[in-house]
């Protein structure tokens, strides 16, 4: 067989031999460069801030670089384990190698069990399996994982295991570098470090993060760096930070001294790929005869290599960083990023057009410069084109780039290493993305009357990246599927509709931009307000919704990363019926240094035409810490812009029409059955309009309080929260107790500030006959960091008083002696808030302490409980419990919805508010496809976290220990950072189980 032959061969016996094997390994003796110190072993357990159930005691690392050998990699760890978690994960030891250049050598593994310490090594089972992790991606890099499951590991185990790996690839040219971790996400006791030099070159340090004095001792033959951490501190990354974030401590050791050094190693691998074979001179031929420019040469040539040559990364030994042969890569039509831009350049060179690998590190962008110099930094190749002096960047793995090589997209990864002998530094990219953006243009034709079908066509124009990836979603799914995709989409704000035209796509042959038509018509497109008398229309520019959508960025620590570049205009055109239609033109504009937005309202009243034009453009890939305040202001400012609302009055004949096709629809409706069904409606509407009277006292009250504090605004500090003894006792009994619990809950909300803790003030304001201890528990920490003692009263009294107070609310709800408990009760709270004030100035009781209107407002509010209850029997307010989803009101649903919480399709299945009186302001449940959480926090700012359940990890779930409590469920998604959120459940009735169980369900059927 010929040579390419005899590598597929080869190459297909490595990925089909051996899935799992057996090998008889033996326990090495330690090197005599290693250094093995005793390790100090807390024996006690610990589970604070330990994740997986393990104590990490101890990581070690040790180095040795020869001067001419391949180097050593020794590893040690310590970990205690603490509960089946732990004893689950770390019953099985993995460690990764490259069987081709590396080999592995264990030198003890065994277990501390009190006093006794048992070898687990001769128990264990030894395989070696070949797991391929990036085979998802199509990359097979030949290595090998040795797998050793231990027996008989128990709870409160001291795990200690360790082995060196020896060898490099030898692709590097024995070059050494090398980056050691100091941080992780889980506390670690001891860290120990430590390289053994023994090159004549010097050995270069940068620490990132740290200052930490590395010990350099002199060697015989060489130098000995060592660093010795203890007790070092977890971190938490916040979701949404970008890729090339990287805030934990850590240090790069390297002897390349320069980037141009990287580029010697580097041109001679790839320049020795690059050869015209007959086979490429010929192709490059072919395109010349049927190309008229330069410019559609590299296009064809781009092209070919893209649609072509499929991408497969086949990575083993050498083959990680060598490229293949162009011609190799051209007969067997599969490669990787740098066998593919390999063949490129060869047809480019084949015609004669200057051309250059580039070495691309996709994550670090432009902190690629706070590296050292490595060959090991970069895990991508592109090819940098010149031509009439301008700069092209193309990437032969991308795919359905069918357009002009200047409106062909490129990623900015802004630093790139081009592998030209006059390269001595990184060369910025300078990708200008103007060419990336989408058009839609959605067009409403509506009916003189509200019966009839409204006429609703979209044309989506998309350029650049866009284009590029809806060509990809047309290639994968079908244009069967996406005809689909795209009608459920419009389907979930418009459920009345039907297609009209088949979705049509074509290519600008001019332009390269790809072009989408489609047209349906909309049944029932009115939303009918009996209450107002009015039909209501609306629009949505959902396609720029969700960059404007509100971010978790509440105590964010970390840069936000946000979607770069996006450039978007979204027009909607309103054909209008010959009404008297009146429009206020508006013009509204939000520019900043993140992104430019406007929204244009334009009415034509000749040919009643109404237009909305939307325009959103990003600036930057990524927000600074310091600069979130002023993106969160900025995306508040145009809140709830991306959607406009029309509305037409009842007409007589509107509403005859309306009622007449609703009786025809049903042909089994009786007279009697519409009576009752307006009986219901007009009950539905009286009651409706108790409920706005009664909360409208409410709104006043709020009003006046918040013109009240504006008029006035205290500008001293305000510790707890004062107030006067009268104002206190009286607002007390005239509110049947609401304000006791208002007074806590302000008091746990000044706690929950100040301390950074979690906690709900609302709950337990509302909850307030639970929480006298633990509010008097904070005011003795309190007194005793400012006064040295306790300033109250003796915990043991507290906890007769706490007792007292719970046993009095709970009968007080029934109890005619209502008032005189009340009193009791107020009594009890003011040796708390007497300390109270006397920790504040007389200005800041006073500003609490004043009497205005809505304090007497405020004795309409006497009967709570009547209207929990009746709220809680409409469904209006939240339940005390789990509810079933279908008895949420619609009107919730449609808000859930609008958030973006959960899709127009999409069912929800439990769901529990812990929201006092609105579910609008609290709610956790789940569908059939993804879990939700939303809420408000203590600035009202609305916020919200979902997780399909293919983005779950694992579900923990924290039972309530008393009705009181709420059982508490971790959401734990799988990505890079494990980042979480909770669901508060109620355990009334033991709903909570029925919650969770169904939840489980969910998961493990998507996860299986």
Not at 5 to 33: M, R, V
Not at 71 to 92: A, C, D, F, M
Not at 519 to 541: G, L, M, P, T
Request: glycine share 2%; proline share 4%.
């Amino acid at each position: 067989m010929n040579k390419i032959k005899q590598f597929i061969l080869a190459i297909l016996l490595f990925i089909l031999a051996s899935g799992i094997q057996s090998k008889n390994i033996a326990l090495h003796p330690y090197p005599e460069w290693i250094n093995i110190t005793p390790v100090a072993v807390n024996k006690t357990q610990s589970e604070h801030q330990s994740k997986g159930g393990v104590n990490h005691l101890l990581f070690e690392t040790q180095t040795r670089v020869p001067q001419k050998q391949p180097p050593s990699y020794y590893s040690r760890h310590i970990k205690r384990i603490l509960n089946p978690t732990g004893v689950e994960t770390y019953s099985q030891i993995e460690i990764s190698y490259s069987p081709i250049y590396q080999n592995v050598q264990i030198h003890n593994i065994k277990v501390l069990r009190g006093d006794v310490s048992i070898d687990k090594f001769t128990t264990a089972q030894v395989k070696i399996l070949q797991q391929e992790s990036e085979a998802k991606n199509l990359i097979y890099s030949g290595f090998d994982t040795l797998s050793i499951i231990l027996e008989d590991i128990q709870v409160g185990d001291i795990l200690e295991y360790d082995y060196t790996i020896i060898g490099s690839n030898p692709v590097f040219n024995n070059i050494f570098s090398q980056v050691s971790s100091l941080q992780w996400s889980v506390p670690v006791d001891n860290r120990r470090l430590r390289i053994v030099w023994e090159k004549e070159t010097p050995l270069i340090i940068k620490q990132h993060g740290n200052e930490y004095a590395i010990k350099q001792t002199p060697l015989t033959n060489g130098i000995e760096y060592k660093l010795s951490i203890q007790n070092t501190q977890p971190l938490n990354t916040d979701s949404n930070a970008p890729e090339w974030y990287d805030k934990y401590d850590y240090i790069e050791f390297s002897e390349s001294k320069s980037w141009k050094e990287i580029v010697n190693w580097g041109i001679p691998l790839f320049l020795e790929a690059i050869k015209i074979s007959p086979e490429i001179d010929a192709l490059a031929k072919k395109i010349k005869n049927t190309a008229k420019t330069q410019e559609e040469q590299i296009t064809q040539a781009l092209q070919f290599v893209q649609q072509t040559i499929r991408y497969l990364g086949i990575e083993i030994g050498v083959n990680s960083h060598k490229p293949s042969y162009a011609d190799e890569t051209l007969k067997r039509k599969y490669g990787d990023c740098k066998d593919k831009t390999v063949l490129f350049l060869t047809i480019l060179k084949a015609l004669k057009i200057e051309a250059y690998p580039a070495l691309i590190n996709t994550t670090l962008a432009s902190k690629l410069t706070e590296r050292l110099p490595s060959m090991r930094r970069f895990d991508h190749v592109i090819a940098k084109v010149i031509l009439n002096d301008k700069i092209y960047w193309f990437d032969p793995t991308r795919q359905y780039q069918n357009t002009q090589i200047n409106k062909i997209y490129q990623p900015d990864y802004s630093l790139a290493l081009v592998l030209k002998n006059s390269t001595y530094e990184l060369e910025k990219m300078d990708i200008d993305h103007q060419s990336t953006y989408s058009r839609i243009l959605e067009q409403f034709v509506l009916p003189a009357e509200v019966e009839d079908k409204t006429q609703f066509s979209i044309t989506t124009e998309s350029s650049g990246y866009n284009a590029e990836l809806n060509r990809q979603n047309l290639a994968s799914k079908g244009l069967a599927d996406l005809k689909d995709s795209y009608f459920n989409f419009y389907k979930d704000y418009y459920p009345g509709l039907i297609v009209k035209t088949e979705l049509t796509i074509t290519e600008d042959s001019e332009t390269s931009n790809r072009i989408s038509n489609e047209s349906y018509e909309i049944s029932n497109f009115w939303e009918r307000d009996n209450e107002e008398k009015e039909f209501y229309a609306w629009f949505y520019a959902d396609s720029i919704n969700g960059y404007l959508s509100s971010k978790q960025t509440k105590n964010r620590e970390d840069p936000l990363a946000i979607s770069h570049p996006v450039n978007i205009e979204h027009i909607i055109a309103i054909k209008l019926d010959d009404r008297e239609w009146t429009f206020e033109s508006e013009n509204i504009e939000e520019s900043n240094s993140f992104f430019d937005y406007s929204r244009t309202i334009e009415f034509d009243p000749i040919n009643l035409e109404l237009k909305l034009i939307f325009n959103y453009r990003s600036k930057v890939s990524f927000i600074e810490t310091a600069e979130i305040p002023e993106y969160d202001a900025a995306l508040e400012r145009i809140k709830d812009n991306t959607t406009y609302g029309i509305y037409r009055s009842f007409e007589a004949k509107d509403f005859i029409n309306q009622e007449s096709n609703n009786t025809t629809q049903s042909d089994i409706a009786t007279d009697q059955s519409a009576t009752e069904e307006t009986q219901i409606n007009n009950d539905i509407f009286y009651y409706w309009l108790a409920i706005s009277a009664y909360f409208s006292l409410i709104i006043i009250s709020l009003i006046l309080w918040r013109i009240d504090r504006k008029r006035n605004p205290f500008e001293g500090e305000l510790i707890y929260y004062p107030v006067s003894i009268p104002k206190f006792i009286v607002l007390s009994i005239l509110t049947f107790g609401i304000y006791c619990a208002y007074w806590i809950y302000r008091n746990f909300k000044y706690i929950k500030t100040k301390e950074q803790i979690t906690m709900m003030p609302i709950a337990r304001g509302i909850f307030h006959q639970f929480w006298y201890y633990s509010l008097y528990s904070y005011l003795v920490n309190d007194s005793e960091k400012r006064f040295s003692k306790n300033q109250l009263f003796p915990s043991a009294l507290a906890v007769i008083f706490a007792i007292i107070y719970l046993i009095l609310t709970i009968i007080s709800r029934k109890s005619d002696y209502f008032i005189f408990i009340q009193l009791v009760l107020v009594m009890l709270l003011l040796p708390l808030l007497i300390y109270i004030n006397k920790l504040n100035e007389a200005k800041a009781i006073d500003y609490n302490s004043g009497w205005s209107t809505r304090h007497f407002l405020l004795f309409l509010f006497s009967l709570p409980i009547i209207f929990f209850s009746t709220g809680e029997s409409f469904g209006f307010l939240p339940a005390d419990s789990v509810i079933s989803g279908d008895k949420l009101h619609s009107h919730d649903i449609a808000f859930m919805q609008r958030k973006k919480i959960i899709l127009p399709n999409e069912k929800i299945e439990y769901f529990y508010s812990d929201a006092v009186l609105f579910i609008r302001n609290d709610g956790n449940g789940y569908t059939s496809d993804r879990v939700f959480s939303y809420w408000l926090d203590e600035t009202d700012q609305f916020l919200f976290e979902t997780a399909l359940y293919n983005q779950i990890d694992d579900i923990e779930v924290t039972w309530s220990k008393t009705t009181q409590e709420n059982t508490i469920i971790k959401i734990i998604r799988n990505d890079e950072n494990n980042s979480y959120f909770l669901l508060f459940v109620s355990s009334e009735n033991k709903k909570d189980k029925v919650f969770v169980e169904q939840l489980m369900k969910n998961w493990k059927t998507v996860s299986q």
